[in-house]
C-alpha cells in the first residue's frame, strides 16, 4: 500500500509562476524524498530532508517537513517549460537496517509556455 | 556515470509465458530494489536485496514472481505464467554504500511489460 498522499493531483500553471506541491504521509519516517518522472522513464532523485530538519534548498527548489503534521510541501520557484513532469514524494522507513522507501502517486505538474 | 541499467525496455508477451527482466545497478551500490508502477500511480515496492540477500518481499509479489541477485551484482525479476494484471512498468533502483538510511535511489529507465 501507498503511505504518501500527494496534494494535487495535477496542476497546470504559467512559466515563470511558482508551483507547490504537498505531501501526507501516516507513519514515522527516517527521511522523506522528492522525486521527478518524466514520461516513460525512470525517477530522478531530486532532494532529501532529514526527519530532524524542517526546510532544505536546492537551486529552485525548497522542500518543508512537518513531523508533527506528518506532511512536507515542494516549492519550484519560477518554473520552467521543462519542468513538466511528475513528481512524487517518497517516505523512508528503516526494517532490517535498510531503509525501504513508500511512494505516493504522485503530481502531475504541466508548465504552459 | 553508467547508472542503473535495465534490459529490455520493452516486452510484449502473451498470458500465460514466462518473463524475465534484468537490472544492472551502480557498480558500488549493495543494495538494489524492485518497484512496479502502473500507469497514472507512484512506484509499488516489490522487493530488495543487500548484497545477494533477499531482505524483503512484498505481498505483491505472488508466487509468480522471484527475483534474483546471485553474485551480489545484477539482478533478475522472473515472472512465471504472466496475467494481464502484471503488465506494468518495473523499475530497479540502487542506493549508496555509504550512509544508507539516508540514501537517494538511483533508478534505471524501467522495462515496460504488456502481457496480451
Known amino acids: 500500500s501507498q503511505q504518501g498522499e500527494e496534494d494535487p493531483q495535477a496542476l497546470s500553471i504559467q512559466e515563470g509562476e511558482n508551483a507547490t506541491m504537498n505531501c501526507s504521509y501516516k507513519?514515522?519516517?527516517?527521511?522523506l524524498q522528492w522525486y521527478r518522472q518524466n514520461s516513460g522513464r525512470g525517477l530522478v532523485h531530486l532532494i532529501l530532508?532529514?526527519?530532524?530538519?524542517r526546510e532544505k534548498h536546492s537551486g529552485r527548489l525548497r522542500v518543508t517537513l512537518d513531523t508533527s503534521k506528518k506532511s512536507s510541501s515542494l516549492l519550484i520557484t519560477a518554473s520552467r517549460a521543462a519542468d513538466t513532469a511528475s513528481y512524487f514524494c517518497?517516505?523512508?522507513?528503516?526494517?532490517?537496517?535498510?531503509?525501504?522507501?513508500?511512494f505516493g502517486q504522485g503530481t502531475r505538474l504541466t508548465i504552459n509556455p | 556515470d553508467t547508472g542503473v541499467s535495465q534490459d529490455p525496455r520493452h516486452k510484449i508477451t502473451k498470458r500465460g509465458q514466462n518473463v524475465t527482466f534484468r537490472c544492472d545497478p551502480i557498480?558500488?551500490?549493495?543494495?538494489l530494489y524492485w518497484y512496479r508502477q502502473t500507469l497514472g500511480q507512484g512506484p509499488e515496492f516489490l522487493t530488495y536485496?543487500?548484497?545477494?540477500?533477499?531482505?524483503?518481499k512484498s505481498r505483491l509479489l505472488s508466487d509468480r514472481f522471484s527475483a534474483e541477485r546471485p553474485k551480489g551484482s545484477f539482478s533478475t525479476l522472473e515472472i512465471q505464467r504472466t496475467e494481464q494484471g502484471d503488465s506494468a512498468m518495473y523499475l530497479c533502483?540502487?542506493?549508496?554504500?555509504?550512509?544508507?538510511?539516508?540514501?537517494?535511489?538511483?533508478f534505471g529507465n524501467g522495462t515496460r511489460l504488456t502481457v496480451t
Open positions: 533502483a540502487s542506493s549508496l554504500v555509504w550512509d544508507s538510511l539516508n540514501s537517494p535511489l538511483h
Open positions: 507513519t514515522s519516517i527516517n527521511n
Open positions: 530532508i532529514r526527519s530532524n530538519e
Open positions: 517518497a517516505t523512508a522507513i528503516i526494517i532490517q537496517g535498510a531503509q525501504k522507501l513508500v
Open positions: 557498480s558500488e551500490h549493495n543494495r
Open positions: 536485496f543487500q548484497n545477494e540477500a533477499q531482505l524483503e
